[in-house]
């Protein structure tokens, strides 16, 4: 059965990849190396991007739902040069942030800098994102410093509609003729997101009444790669495909209006 991960799985796999990103801190030679998957990045910009925004995503949690923007950071926002400090930099940023989401509970409103997506704006839909964020940001760490670089499979799994939910969601009318695009991962979860005049939206299969045939275009792969090629990190070419490309191609180059 496919099941939304629970608060408490969200923040245990929070804390899981914060502690599998200062373990790729630790073990680069130096934080001058430059991120692969990060143009113009090196280790050090990816540690104070990781340490800095989740300060700023524990202020803005903390802040409750009547917050309209994302929440200044309190306290020490740059990381420091040196190794150890900066881990315990990380260590700090982390427990900043999951002591916010705890005290917050899942249901709270929350300030989520998306707008009108499948997700809600309370603490649990950031909590639901930050697993993402971390997980993307790891794998970025472990293939800088040559590590065997993959997503969990529970965090791959949630990963792939949490990131349709909130980037591939419109509704604004797609402009050509509609049509669907197919998600497979070899794990055995499946998921559709529509497009026709109603705008974008994604829905797990099977469902009822979904024609397994109508995608025009159909992505494979294991759950990892498929949030690592939504995330931009490996190419659709990486990936079995089916279909036709074109459709994939309109799509990435639509740009809805309530996506401005």
Not at 171 to 189: I, Q
Request: aromatic share 8%; net charge negative; proline share 6%.
């Amino acid at each position: 059965m496919h099941k939304t991960l629970e608060f408490s799985d969200l923040l245990r796999l929070i804390d899981d990849r914060s502690t599998a990103f200062r373990a790729a801190v630790a073990a680069a030679p130096s934080l001058d190396l430059p991120v692969p998957t990060c143009p113009g990045w090196t280790l050090y910009d990816l540690v104070q991007h990781i340490g800095e925004g989740r300060r700023r995503w524990a202020a803005t949690v903390a802040a409750g739902p009547d917050a309209t923007a994302r929440t200044p950071a309190q306290g020490d926002v740059v990381a420091p040069r040196e190794r150890e400090a900066a881990l315990a930099w990380l260590a700090g940023s982390t427990e900043l942030l999951l002591a916010a989401l705890r005290e917050a509970g899942p249901d709270q409103g929350c300030f989520t800098a998306w707008g009108n997506t499948q997700t809600p704006h309370t603490a649990g839909g950031v909590a639901r994102h930050q697993v993402q964020e971390i997980a993307v940001h790891t794998y970025d760490a472990q293939l800088t410093v040559g590590e065997s670089a993959v997503l969990p499979l529970e965090v791959g799994l949630d990963g792939v509609e949490e990131n349709l939910f909130i980037a591939s969601y419109s509704t604004s009318a797609w402009p050509h003729k509609p049509t669907a695009f197919d998600l497979h991962a070899t794990e055995g979860r499946s998921w559709r997101l529509t497009v026709d005049g109603d705008g974008a939206r994604t829905t797990r299969l099977p469902a009822p009444g979904e024609d397994p045939d109508a995608a025009g275009f159909s992505v494979h792969g294991t759950a990892s790669e498929l949030v690592l090629w939504l995330y931009n990190r490996i190419s659709v070419d990486d990936l079995r495909t089916e279909g036709d490309r074109e459709l994939l191609d309109l799509l990435l180059a639509w740009e809805p209006e309530d996506w401005a």
